[in-house]
């Protein structure tokens, strides 16, 4: 059974840094790619970024590039998200999600998290 617990959330302004972290337990048996989705009240959920442990890559979102980093620690099976100079509109709640995948075709995710909240101001 996978169970994922983020943590890292908070309140930060606008330009300043936080980095989200996604404790897994049971995901290398059934998964092979974890990833960041982010959703605000009343809009769709958006793929932010994903990695695959297998060490074959990483994929982000165009809103996102240049300003996030996915990172995996396998030896603590975490997932991380660097988020640097962040925006307003980068405030969303952030889930993780663990699921089957290649770099070619995306990850189709199967597990997720609880959530955990970032709001930007300005």
């Known amino acids: 059974q996978v169970q994922l617990v983020e943590s890292g959330g908070g309140s930060v302004q606008a330009g300043g840094s936080l980095r989200l972290a996604c404790a897994a337990s049971?995901?290398?048996?059934?998964?092979?790619?974890m990833g960041w989705i982010r959703q605000e009240p009343g809009k769709e959920r958006e793929g932010v970024a994903t990695i695959y442990t297998d060490g074959s890559g990483a994929s982000y979102a165009d809103s996102v590039k240049g300003r996030f980093t996915i990172s995996q620690d396998s030896a603590k099976d975490t997932v991380y998200l660097q988020m640097n100079s962040l925006k307003r509109e980068d405030t969303a709640m952030y889930y993780c999600?663990?699921?089957?995948?290649?770099?070619?075709?995306?990850?189709?995710?199967?597990?997720w998290g609880q959530g955990t909240q970032v709001t930007v101001s300005s």
């Open positions: 999600a663990a699921g089957i995948g290649a770099v070619w075709r995306g990850c189709e995710y199967n597990s």
């Open positions: 049971g995901v290398t048996i059934s998964s092979n790619c």
